[in-house]
């Protein structure tokens, strides 16, 4: 069809990743698929590439499989990230470097790559996934590293967005709460609910659409969309 895209997204093989992936399928766009355990496939409007995606080599892999098969790349959905909730003082060396390598080293190399792709197309979309924690700090939800990246994740949306402003290159950002996925036990659900104004966690279902939303928004950069019960708001 002449308005199907071609979208990237990253930490696809389960959850909030997963069901981007379903919902632009469902669209009538073709995915490329990415994740360190993703079932390898090649299909006529649906590729998976398994890797390590803070490693350049997984980004490069990514990227060329898209225009290889598809001729093009039109939106990265930077969905990979790993969230550890711990004090501060009690981070392991191996904690940061691995909330680095995904959180920041996946967002640089891939993106980087996907940005070279659209620019012979002038133009294209990334949105990124981040949280709500980097605008509403919580006592009970120790959390720095995911302040630390996603927080400069959401700078990094913002400085995209205006240095490719006149080149046809949008770039979002999705801002969730704590949203019902496999990350979160159902035990755990009215416990992380109450951290929400509304008193209740979000759907995967919620993120999807605002993802979808985003993309479909073209005078819509440089935006945070907080997705996130009125967390961002204040309690």
Same mark, same amino acid.
């Given at each position: 069809?002449?308005?199907?895209? *071609?979208?990237? *997204?990253?930490?696809?093989?389960?959850?909030?990743?997963? #069901? =981007? $992936? %379903?919902?632009?399928?469902?669209?009538?766009?073709?995915?490329?698929?990415?994740?360190?355990?993703?079932?390898?496939?090649?299909?006529?409007?649906?590729?998976?590439?398994?890797?390590?995606?803070?490693?350049?080599?997984?980004?490069?892999?990514?990227?060329?499989?898209?225009?290889?098969?598809?001729?093009? *790349?039109?939106?990265?959905?930077?969905?990979?990230?790993?969230?550890?909730? %711990?004090?501060?003082?009690?981070?392991?060396?191996?904690?940061?470097?691995?909330?680095?390598?995904?959180?920041?080293? @996946?967002?640089?190399?891939?993106?980087?790559?996907? +940005? #070279?792709?659209?620019?012979?197309?002038?133009? @294209?979309?990334? $949105? =990124?996934?981040?949280?709500?924690?980097?605008?509403?700090?919580? &006592?009970? $939800?120790?959390?720095?590293?995911?302040?630390?990246? %996603?927080?400069?994740?959401? &700078?990094?949306?913002? &400085?995209?967005?205006?240095?490719?402003?006149?080149?046809?290159?949008?770039?979002?950002? *999705?801002?969730?709460?704590? +949203? %019902?996925?496999?990350?979160?036990?159902?035990?755990?659900?009215? =416990?992380?609910?109450?951290?929400?104004?509304?008193?209740?966690?979000?759907?995967? &279902?919620?993120?999807?659409?605002?993802?979808?939303?985003?993309?479909?928004?073209?005078?819509?950069?440089?935006?945070?969309?907080?997705?996130?019960?009125?967390?961002?708001?204040?309690?």
């Amino acid at each position: 069809m002449s308005t199907s895209k *071609v979208i990237i *997204v990253t930490g696809a093989s389960q959850g909030i990743g997963a #069901e =981007t $992936v %379903k919902a632009f399928r469902a669209q009538g766009h073709r995915v490329v698929a990415t994740a360190r355990s993703i079932t390898p496939a090649h299909e006529a409007d649906y590729i998976a590439v398994p890797g390590d995606i803070g490693e350049a080599a997984t980004a490069r892999r990514v990227v060329d499989a898209a225009i290889e098969h598809f001729g093009r *790349v039109d939106t990265l959905v930077n969905n990979a990230g790993i969230f550890i909730a %711990k004090p501060f003082t009690q981070y392991t060396a191996e904690d940061y470097a691995a909330v680095l390598n995904v959180n920041l080293n @996946g967002f640089f190399h891939i993106t980087q790559r996907a +940005i #070279e792709a659209m620019l012979k197309n002038s133009s @294209g979309h990334i $949105v =990124t996934l981040t949280t709500s924690l980097t605008d509403q700090a919580n &006592s009970k $939800v120790p959390s720095v590293l995911a302040s630390l990246t %996603k927080g400069g994740l959401n &700078s990094a949306t913002k &400085s995209l967005a205006i240095e490719y402003a006149r080149a046809g290159i949008r770039a979002n950002a *999705v801002s969730p709460g704590i +949203i %019902k996925s496999p990350m979160h036990p159902e035990s755990t659900h009215a =416990t992380l609910g109450a951290f929400h104004p509304v008193g209740h966690m979000g759907e995967m &279902s919620d993120i999807v659409n605002a993802i979808l939303y985003l993309d479909s928004a073209p005078f819509v950069t440089g935006e945070i969309l907080h997705v996130d019960g009125g967390q961002s708001a204040g309690h």
